[in-house]
């Protein structure tokens, strides 16, 4: 079992900067990502990294969000720059762990001005 604690939503203008964090107990995490969710479309990945470091990001999002991770924390964190009113939805915390895949509760991001 992995619980997983987000943190980091909120409300930000246009052209802001969020960070969100994710914290996941248990042990011989795999992938970690981000996934998002506007009201009335489907859940899309933003991004996700592996244990090796190595990375991917939605092209909508490239450029602007980062993603980065501290495997002896078991921490993904997602640096959101140029924040966009298209950018906000529910965002997802999401990590795999052997054939499991275990999910966050979700953190909202509003971009308004």
């Known amino acids: 079992q992995v619980q997983l604690v987000e943190s980091g939503g909120g409300l930000v203008q246009p052209g802001g900067s969020l960070r969100l964090s994710c914290a996941a107990s248990?042990?011989?995490?795999?992938?970690m990502g981000w996934y998002r969710q506007a009201p009335g479309k489907q859940r899309e990945l933003v991004a996700v990294i592996r244990t090796g470091g190595s990375s991917n990001v939605a092209d909508s999002v490239k450029g602007r969000f980062t993603i980065s991770r501290d495997n002896a924390k078991n921490t993904v964190s997602l640096q959101m720059n140029s924040l966009k009113p298209e950018d906000t939805a529910v965002y997802y915390c999401?990590?795999?762990?052997?054939?499991?895949?275990?999910w966050g509760q979700g953190t909202q991001v509003t971009v308004s001005s």
């Open positions: 999401k990590v795999v762990r052997g054939i499991y895949n275990y």
């Open positions: 248990g042990s011989s995490i795999n992938e």
